[in-house]
């Protein structure tokens, strides 16, 4: 067996609380295969980036690389969150065009690869992370690395003309060509990154997913949408309910029902939308009021970009406005909270709400739409109501199905499901339920592992760009 290397943005180092399902199920597959994490340190050093860190544990080699703010900056807040997250999220009228910030992505990615390339062996099967090292694995064919690379993007492909818009598109989406097989979350991702193959990209499709690039490299695409840990969450959240905070919810509800939101504040999440679409259910269903209480949870994020403050200040506008409005001396319709919880505390709260509310504008998976399901109680389940532009809607079609923009649709979703009969939820659950157990995060990486294997072998165009 082949050893393992994943590189990623960030490093789920041990001893360091990042204990999520997907760090979970890279471990898992590191612990099987034995093998490498690189990545960066999460640290902004003063003197020149570059400086290596390692720990070894459990056969697993740890190896981080610091970046100082200079690089930092252009890189990870600069090209990766100002402009590729607003392109790979439909949002050209917020994508930063700045040449100084793309030159100062490939600069830390070609020094990624230089620090990453001496550590390889032949016969390694890599597997980088996310739309931070696109480029990644054609700076390593350049420097001589011939072995088997995957990639993964986490977040939506967007369509071809969003992404030609971008100046210079093609020299950082050609790269991806590089890869033996590069995975997404969706059939209709799959389809888009085909669509700008053909049409802007060069190269051609010779069949579904298998591609072409223009000097004859070919490669595979396919979708790995990407579970959680079904049996993890459905006990810690059955574990939580004895936890202090998730009883003083309940008692500070009852009552009422509970409509939950866990969102990071992101303007891709459309919490602004969410929240008309709530305050729409007051108006239209008045007969209810008062039966419902909504939290939303929306920890800050990337506080120091305009954008994000702007969003804040729209939410918390909005909120005002609903309360003063709606509010009775006993009852606050909704409770907006910009904090953390730890994870165990969520899937408690998770489980006492009646309804799940995951309806974002665009989101390449949402695993919080997965772990609200998996959080429930099979006696009593809650309901899920999700954005039909969420990737998890492909999978999860029996959950109530909304167009975030549409807040009629949103308002009465809502009341269909705070309404909906115990039987009718328990049908619905079970169904979502039996898919997230049978798809779960250690069965994507394993397909996704098994698929790289049986990507396109041509020995005689691996090391062609």
């Keep these: 067996m082949s050893r393992l290397v994943i590189v990623s943005n960030r490093v789920a180092v041990p001893g360091e609380n990042r204990a999520g399902g997907l760090a979970v199920a890279l471990r898992a597959a590191l612990e099987e295969q034995g093998g490498l994490w690189f990545g960066w340190s999460g640290k902004t050093v003063r003197e020149a980036s570059g400086a290596l860190h390692e720990q070894v544990e459990g056969g697993i080699r740890y190896v981080t690389m610091d970046l100082n703010k200079r690089d930092h900056d252009a890189y990870y807040n600069g090209f990766a969150n100002r402009t590729l997250w607003p392109l790979l999220h439909f949002r050209l009228d917020l994508v930063d065009y700045t040449r100084e910030t793309r030159e100062g992505y490939r600069r830390v990615n070609a020094m990624f690869a230089e620090k990453l390339a001496p550590l390889l062996r032949e016969d390694d099967t890599l597997w980088i992370h996310d739309y931070h090292m696109i480029p990644l694995a054609a700076l390593l064919r350049e420097r001589g690395i011939g072995c088997r690379m995957g990639f993964f993007l986490h977040v939506p492909m967007p369509s071809p003309d969003l992404v030609a818009a971008m100046p210079d598109h093609a020299r950082l989406f050609s790269t991806l060509y590089a890869y033996d097989l590069v995975g997404f979350q969706t059939q209709r991702d799959v389809e888009r990154f085909q669509g700008y193959v053909r049409l802007f990209g060069g190269g051609r499709v010779l069949g579904e997913g298998v591609l072409e690039a223009p000097g004859g490299r070919l490669l595979r695409a396919a979708a790995f949408p990407i579970g959680i840990d079904t049996p993890q969450i ?51 269903h008045a007969g209810e ?37 709606h509010a009775e001396p006993d009852w606050t319709p909704l409770r907006y909270v910009n904090r953390n919880f730890a994870h165990a505390t969520l899937t408690g709260f998770y489980r006492l709400a009646r309804i799940g509310l995951v309806t974002p504008l665009r989101d390449g998976m949402n695993l919080v739409a997965k772990e609200y399901v998996a959080a429930q109680d099979p006696e009593d389940p809650g309901v899920l109501v999700l954005s039909l532009l969420a990737g998890a809607a492909r999978e999860m079609q029996q959950a109530l199905m909304v167009n975030p923009h549409d807040l009629d649709g949103v308002a009465d979703a809502i009341a269909t499901a705070s309404n909906m009969p115990k039987t009718q939820r328990i049908e619905r659950w079970r169904e979502m339920m039996g898919h997230l157990e049978r798809h779960d995060i250690h069965a994507w990486r394993r397909n996704f592992l098994e698929a790289l294997v049986f990507a396109p072998d041509l020995p005689e165009t691996r090391g062609k760009t």
Excluded at 270 to 276: A, I, M, S, T
Excluded at 304 to 311: A, I, N, R, T
Excluded at 313 to 319: C, D, F, G, T, V
């Design 289 to 325: 009021r008062g039966s419902l209480t909504y939290l939303q949870i929306a920890p800050v994020s990337r506080g120091e970009v305009g954008e994000y403050q702007q969003l804040r200040n729209e939410l918390e506008q909005i909120a005002g406005h609903i309360n003063g409005n």
């Design 234 to 284: 459905a006990r810690q959240a059955a574990a939580a309910m004895s936890k202090p905070a998730v009883r003083d919810l309940r008692r500070s509800l009852f009552p009422r029902q509970l409509a939950i939101g866990v969102d990071r504040l992101d303007y891709s999440k459309g919490l602004p939308e969410r929240f008309r679409g709530f305050e729409r259910y007051l108006e239209r």
